[in-house]
Nanobody, 119 residues
């Protein structure tokens, strides 16, 4: 059974930092790309970052470039999203996703973790 569990969200002031974690199980983690998405209230889910199986991280959302960094630990089957200089517009539920990691090449999602940036 594939499981993805996000953690590390919370309430932070503008300019602050958070580090999200996504621990996974149930698939061969080292073989798959991983992604972070976010969904703000009333908006569509947005791709934030993607990382290859070898660890090349790419920030996708222009609004996060230079502030967010995605990394992975293949030994721990986990991915991380380091978020610096947070802004109120970063407020969202953040989800991790394993790309095509299922038996039938389906992708799987975690349950999400809430990030709120507010003074």
């Amino acid at each position: 059974q594939i499981q993805l569990v996000e953690s590390g969200g919370g309430l932070v002031q503008p300019g602050g930092s958070l580090r999200l974690s996504c621990e996974t199980s149930g698939f061969t983690f080292v073989n798959y790309k991983m992604q972070w998405y976010r969904q703000a209230p009333g908006k569509q889910r947005e791709l934030v970052a993607i990382i290859s199986d070898r660890g090349g991280g790419i920030n996708i959302a222009d609004s996060t470039k230079g502030r967010f960094t995605m990394t992975r630990s293949n030994s721990k089957s986990a991915v991380y999203l380091q978020m610096n200089n947070l802004k109120p517009e970063d407020t969202a539920v953040y989800y991790c996703r394993c790309l095509m990691c299922g038996r039938n090449n389906e992708s799987h999602w975690g349950q999400g973790t809430q990030v709120t940036v507010s003074s």
